[in-house]
């Protein structure tokens, strides 16, 4: 039985919660994974663990950047282990490369840097933020299990641009885990971006008109912020290719601040009739 929104929310703060694991051969963690009644991970789960594997291992750092590479689909009945190897860890700056494993392997790599916060020049150049849609956007983007909202419609038949924003607001949460419960949401819709511009095909096609899975995935955050208030995910997909999508966002709060970046690359292979 699919469980509820509360117990969603629940679920994926358990898993958010890794378990050092003492071996003495270095910084080892495992989490276990959610329970969505997919047949492998998602790739939002293992981008928000390797964050918080990073704020684990440099707790006196916040994480500037992370670059994920996704090597197989993971197996949801299996716990993963995070093993970290700190490259560097000086008074400002930090570089970590962490591996989440199961038994049969690799299943994603990551390499973050972590920043100790500082001062300095502040400013940036991003377009305006539109106001807040009504409640009457709210929209379902499972397995997110907070609101979002949306005045576009993601799955469209219609050929569209490949643009799509999708406000969203986390319920109260501790501070540290804003990282990481955006990165979990930065994985959803970029390939359903990709798709917008294709006519008579959407995500819910995945698996008879294309198949599609992740390949890379990188957040770069700018400055704190909270996940517990509004925030705009505004994203692009410039290129669709060769077997191959890429896309883009930006993250804004309500008042435009621009906190976060990220950019994806993922398999994204037709069947002929589709492609015809």
């Not at 009457?136 to 643009?163: C, G």
């Not at 096609?205 to 704190?224: E, I, L, N, Q, Y």
Request: charged residues 20%; glycine residues 8%; proline residues 8%.
């Amino acid at each position: 039985m699919p469980l509820a929104v509360s117990e969603l929310w629940d679920d994926l703060l358990d898993c958010l919660d890794l378990r050092a694991k003492d071996e003495g051969t270095g910084l080892v963690y495992e989490a276990r994974n959610q329970r969505l009644g997919y047949h492998r991970v998602f790739g939002g789960q293992l981008l928000a663990q390797f964050v918080r594997a990073a704020q684990l291992s440099c707790p006196d750092k916040g994480v500037k950047s992370l670059h994920a590479l996704f090597a197989r689909a993971g197996r949801p009945e299996e716990p993963v282990r995070y093993e970290v190897e700190r490259h560097h860890d000086g008074g400002s700056f930090a570089a970590l490369t962490v591996v989440a494993r199961q038994p049969k392997g690799a299943v994603a790599t990551a390499s973050v840097s972590l920043h100790a916060a500082e001062d300095g020049p502040d400013h940036q150049a991003a377009p305006d933020v539109p106001g807040l849609p009504g409640p009457e956007h709210r929209t379902d983007l499972p397995p997110i299990p907070w609101e979002t909202r949306t005045t576009a419609d993601l799955d469209t038949a219609l050929p569209e641009p490949p643009e799509f924003d999708v406000w969203m607001r986390t319920p109260a949460a501790e501070p540290e885990l804003a990282p990481a419960l955006v990165s979990y949401a930065t994985d959803l819709t970029l390939i359903g971006t990709a798709l917008r511009p294709v006519a008579g095909v959407t995500q819910h096609d995945s698996g008879k008109a294309f198949a599609s899975a992740v390949t890379s995935h990188t957040v770069w955050f700018h400055r704190p912020f909270p996940a517990d208030e509004w925030l705009l995910l505004r994203q692009h997909s410039p290129v669709l290719a060769h077997g191959r999508c890429f896309g883009r966002g930006d993250v804004l709060t309500e008042r435009g601040s621009l906190v976060a970046s990220y950019a994806q690359e993922a398999l994204l292979r037709f069947t002929r009739e589709a492609a015809s």
